[in-house]
């Protein structure tokens, strides 16, 4: 379905960079001429610890695409707490369960009286993926209600080919009932903990493309799928735009060494163990040393014992969530960003502070070490292990100049690999080829 398509990818990022280099605003004219129509079926937009989805939308429309958005759920904050540019994205955004229950039943109904074959074969796969069990079959229930509602609106706005992150259940779903084609961004690592209750298998025989955000994510998405189907899985990275995340000026010396990490407070992120390394460097007598972390999650409770128990409850401040502007004047006041994760996709945190010339340390888990080259641009360490992680954390903090030679060739990898524009043309292409194939 794509074969050669690599080949052909790497003429045509070569004749848009031709371009660039003579109009100055290249890529605009590639989605234009497509006509490429699409929708991103997301989870919940915008949402606090998925701006990289409204960076990924917003460049795909300025390289000319028509992109709706279908969110399952609406935002995660109300209007007065979005950004100015979230609030905008939230207006053109369809919710699916901000429809309400009364109209989510009409829409089933309605789609049942047009098409009662599809949507009875429909919601028997459902119960199917659901392995005919009576405490999931009514999720699953829920699942595909989502979906003919999400579904009814795309056909009535004649688009014919949705891509998903974090929804994908409900656009396999979708497109059992309509004439709709679809492609998923996979990103890792919660989908690969269960691969058959995720139906990796499934999914990535029926998608027309899986892109995943990282070597280890394409690794993984082959071992559970079939290989006549590996064809369909490509590597796209995700990225930051380097001029919104630009190298901020070092702060000054102080008696005040100041540790960032920005993530969902979950046993995955393992702050924990970064909390346990900061009490290990004020217990070395290190008193200087500040930790902040941004973001909230059902550990933060857990995360404040853990404080209290080390005896660092002064030296931890919890930020909670912040908007996107907040979060970047956080790095622009951080001397190194950390990371004690034991599960991780290529993390978009990571490519920000990165991009901002801020020196990292992180484990050297799943996709991490795909961003960050150990002792190169960055520091890694072993997974759970408190010692590694303060000593990696006191060398960058009694080292500034090697925490500013890491930081600026941080930001090198990041433009050489990770910048948002170079990436997101990748996807257009992907879908550009996608969407020729099938006519729309």
Not at 169 to 192: Q, Y
Not at 332 to 345: D, K, L, P, R
């Amino acid at each position: 379905m794509l074969k050669g398509f690599a080949a052909q990818e790497h003429l045509e990022l070569r004749r848009l960079s031709a371009m660039s280099q003579r109009t100055g605003a290249p890529t605009q004219s590639m989605g234009e001429v497509s006509g490429v129509h699409l929708s991103y079926v997301v989870s919940q937009y915008p949402a606090t610890n998925h701006t990289f989805i409204l960076r990924e939308i917003l460049t795909l429309r300025k390289l000319g695409f028509a992109v709706d958005v279908v969110s399952i759920r609406p935002s995660d904050r109300t209007m007065a707490d979005l950004s100015k540019e979230e609030a905008a994205e939230a207006r053109l955004t369809y919710a699916v369960l901000a429809q309400g229950w009364l109209r989510i039943l009409g829409i089933s109904a309605r789609t049942f009286l047009q098409h009662p074959s599809r949507f009875l074969a429909g919601l028997s796969y459902a119960f199917r993926l659901a392995d005919w069990r009576i405490r999931q079959m009514p999720f699953y229930a829920a699942y595909f209600a989502e979906a003919v509602v999400a579904g009814d609106y795309l056909i009535h706005r004649g688009i014919r080919h949705a891509h998903t992150h974090f929804a994908s259940t409900v656009t396999l779903l979708m497109t059992r009932v309509f004439p709709i084609e679809f492609s998923a961004t996979l990103h890792g690592p919660d989908e690969f903990n269960d691969v058959a209750g995720f139906h990796m298998a499934e999914k990535v025989a029926q998608a027309r493309m899986i892109a995943t955000i990282s070597r280890f994510a394409t690794s993984q998405t082959m071992k559970a799928s079939r290989p006549r189907d590996w064809d369909k899985i490509r590597t796209l990275y995700l990225g930051v735009d380097p001029g919104d995340f630009v190298p901020r000026p070092v702060p000054a010396c102080s008696d005040t060494f100041r540790v960032l990490c920005v993530g969902r407070l979950a046993a995955a992120k393992a702050q924990h163990i970064l909390i346990a390394a900061i009490g290990r460097i004020v217990a070395l007598g290190h008193s200087q040393i500040r930790l902040t972390l941004v973001g909230d999650g059902p550990e933060r409770v857990a995360l404040q014992e853990t404080a209290a128990r080390h005896q660092v409850t002064p030296y931890v401040t919890f930020a909670g969530a912040c908007n996107h502007d907040r979060v970047i004047e956080y790095y622009t006041q951080t001397h190194v960003f950390a990371m004690a994760s034991f599960a991780e996709g290529v993390p978009v945190v990571l490519m920000e502070a990165m991009a901002m010339e801020i020196p990292c340390v992180a484990t050297w888990v799943m996709g991490i070490p795909e961003l960050i080259e150990n002792e190169v641009n960055g520091l890694l360490v072993p997974p759970a292990d408190v010692g590694a992680l303060a000593n990696a954390l006191m060398r960058l903090m009694n080292d500034p100049s090697l925490a500013e030679h890491m930081g600026k060739a941080a930001r090198q990898k990041v433009l050489a690999d990770f910048d948002l524009s170079r990436n997101t043309e990748k996807l257009a292409l992907a879908f550009q080829e996608l969407t020729k194939d099938s006519g729309n």
